[in-house]
């Protein structure tokens, strides 16, 4: 919808607690240690933090398996220090968004140890059933005994047997992540009671995790096997996953004012419609078509080149199909991706392409959601070894490929497991150059990433020129500017194959936003219908130089302008 609300004028910075900042020296970040940040989230700019999941859990999927949703996980602290974090953030005017998973519990959470013993009224909590006694062999360990053939996002099959209960349970992620049942309206009650508590607890919303997949087909029916992931058509937008969010809306968050975004892999734009459009039950979606332009069409780990045609498609879909309906959630990296600079920017022109794909993010139609790291160009990591890996979507595709007769070593498939691992985006948080990046005095969960010495908060900060201060002035030029906010979007030069240019248009005030997504040096040809006199330059990531000719200029290396058109 074209409302004005909070939300669309809100820059998100998204944190993963586990990296940002160790205030006792464990290794591991902690929640006191993001309370010591505040006046840094302050500085840059940011107005709501997205905390991913710091509940009480064994951190099989570090913190995407939850034991208890109304705790918070030891190591990160407690709650009285989640509330000084919550209350630090309110005093300085930003907002706090939870992470909402409740597509699968862990399988350490007292509803699947209760389930698993049949333990009423637990019993239908999770997606439970028999194998295929047709298989013959009478093994429930036998592949051909599963109850479907599901594939689980993380590899290998979504079905585990489980002993005790002599059945066998549904998990698309991990075997330690089982699945909600929510055809029973005991679990929804249950959540919901979860997303009050918290609500109660003057939250501003959640980013809910796989939304999307929460209603499963009746009937578990088998998959196309030929699909990347066997039977995500009968779990992705299942048949009454809106219905489901629709009660969620009517029953709890209609009666906060709060914000919502769901991430839900594999959506459309039309499917969008439904769940963001205008009688939608939620603010925002995460898509992620733009995710997979560089992912191969049948292996996901089959990296390959992303065009500027695909991305500039992509992305004017998604401006345009929303346009008027619904309310884009931007994002170009977060703690489930590699670094957007070594993705869609260049790391030999690490801080150009970093500004560049800032300013992108910045001036298209939505909430651009920043992802730590990112504002100071922090950019994917040289692992060393395969044993300096700690994710287990990473983990568990090493395992299976070592398995291969094809496969011999981990260096065979060394360059796409350092390319696509999650654990790009988790390394600590660089904050000086310090050892440990100034993150820890301890040795850090997670490695860090060499190039701290040059890359981190401090030298950043000291630094007017340095990616930083371009996000701050980004941000701030995104605050005073509506037409960046919530003008139209027309793209421009739509074929170019170097240059992705495009206008907004709020009511009598234009922006032109002109990025040279490569390294070379082409010449931006103003299109007829701008018009480009006295328009005023707002934002650069080079020094411009005017005059220029009246009918276009040059574009340096990864170089980005806005302007502004009267
Ligand atoms: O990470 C991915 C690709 O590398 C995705 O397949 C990812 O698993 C998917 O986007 C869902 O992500 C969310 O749910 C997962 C959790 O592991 C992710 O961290 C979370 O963001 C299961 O809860």
Redesign the pocket.
Known sequence: ESERTWWKESVFYEIYPRSFYDSNDNGVGDLPGIVRKLDYLDDLGVDVVWLTPVYDSPQA?FG?DIRDYRDILDEYGTMDDWERLRDGLHERDMRLVMDL?VN?TSDEHEWFEKSRREVDPYTDYYIWREGDPEAGSGDPYDPDALPNNWDS?FGGPAWTYDERRGEYYLHL?DGK?PDLNWRNPAVREDVYGIMRWWLDRDIDGFRM??INFISKADGLPDGDPSAVVTGSEHFINGPHACEYLREMDERVLSEYDVVTVG?M?GISVEDAREYVGRDGPLDMAFHFEHMRLDEGPDDPWNFRDWSLDDFRETFTRWQTGLAGEGWNALYLNN???PRMVSRFGDEAYRVESATMLATFLHTLRGSPFVYQGEEIGMTNVPFESAGKFVDV?TLRYVERMLERDDVENFEDIGDAVRYGS?DNARTPMQWSDAPNAGFTDREPWLTVNPNYTEVNVESARADPDSVWHYYRRLIDLRHDAPVLVYGDYEPLLPDHPEIYAYRRTLEDVGALVVLNFFDGEPRFDLPGSVAYDGAELLISNYEVERPEGPDGFDLRPYEARVYRLE
């Open positions: 999927d995407y998973v699968h996002l992620f992540q995790d796989v991430e892999p703690h489930d991706q979507e999650r």
